[in-house]
């Protein structure tokens, strides 16, 4: 199976020592430790380091010695973005200054919308604009990634503007964002992740086939709300760029047919913003699995690719 499993290594211990390092040693002790961590990690990621060696070797087209640097700074990359992600949210936004490319798109919305970004960089910084924008952000989960998590970094998420909504089995979390999005609120989500079932298109990406879930483009389509495709990418130690492109409003039709390519159309939308990002900034690619291999029921003819 290609497909992402629901399960994202680490837990709450990694994010209580994360905050316990960044309050007390500071963010560049923690950069200093990490540089050793990433060792042990590079040597022990078996199927995640065989993923993203053939990123860079058979989609970058990367030489083997280049791969295999590039796993290592890939590696740190991802660990100093942990780290990031969780001195912003901890409330050290003040150790961090950001470019926001696309601002104006998401001061229309005025009614709300949804925004959906990808495992590239750190897209949690969304949050810093939309605190700006004073606006709601709801950040949508799986039950099976981050449930621990969620619980802990409610707590320390006490006194900001952010709401988690956790997709659950039995469909009730559509309530929860039928409520955020009746409140004028924001939704955000990642679209270039699915489980095993979910309904998915297939695009060219980065010059070979690849599944998407239709979810995101749906959502916004049945709710009728506008979408903007965001990208928060590091640029240096402290300093953040943020994407957001003009919004798309996605027409709902009961004809099949014409849905689909409704879907479709926003889905080539996403994908191409998506990979001009990761053409720049390929060492914040964070999707370690192999992401072009279809799962069996996707396994299709060519022609069927777009």
Do not use: C
């Not at 629901?6 to 994010?15: A, D, E, F, Q």
């Not at 990634?145 to 659950?168: A, M, P, T, W």
């Not at 990642?190 to 998407?212: C, Q, S, V, W, Y």
């Amino acid at each position: 199976m290609s497909s992402w499993e629901g399960k994202t290594r680490g837990g709450v211990l990694g994010y209580k020592i994360f905050v316990w390092t960044l309050k007390y040693l500071g963010l560049r002790f923690a950069y200093f430790l990490l540089s050793f961590v990433v060792i042990y990690f590079v040597a022990n990621s078996g199927k995640a380091f065989k993923s993203i060696f053939n990123f860079y070797h058979r989609v970058m087209n990367y030489n083997r010695a280049r791969s295999f640097f590039s796993i290592y700074r890939n590696y740190y990359m991802f660990g100093q973005i942990l780290l990031d992600k969780i001195a912003m949210l901890a409330g050290f936004q003040q150790k961090f200054t950001f470019d926001f490319e696309g601002e104006e798109y998401l001061r229309q919305m005025h009614n709300g919308g949804l925004l959906v970004s990808a495992h590239v960089g750190n897209w949690e910084i969304a949050g810093q604009l939309l605190n700006r924008l004073e606006k709601r952000i709801n950040i949508i989960l799986f039950d099976a990634e981050h449930q621990q998590i969620k619980g802990y970094l409610s707590d320390v998420l006490s006194s900001r503007n952010v709401n988690f909504i956790v997709i659950r089995d039995d469909f009730s979390h559509l309530l929860d964002i039928k409520q955020a999005l009746t409140n004028k609120e924001i939704i955000a989500m990642h679209g270039d992740r699915f489980i095993e079932g979910n309904k998915t298109i297939i695009l060219d990406f980065m010059g070979k086939p690849a599944a998407f879930p239709i979810g995101p483009v749906n959502m916004a389509a049945r709710f009728n709300v506008p979408v903007s495709f965001v990208f928060a990418v590091k640029e240096t130690t402290s300093h953040y760029h943020f994407y957001a492109t003009p919004l798309h409003h996605i027409a709902f039709t009961t004809h099949l047919k014409q849905r689909e390519e409704n879907f479709r159309g926003a889905l080539e939308l996403y994908t191409r913003k998506l990979e001009e990002v990761l053409r720049k900034y390929p060492l914040q690619w964070f999707n370690y699995y192999d992401f072009w291999k279809l799962p069996e029921s996707l396994q299709v003819n060519s022609e069927t690719k777009i």
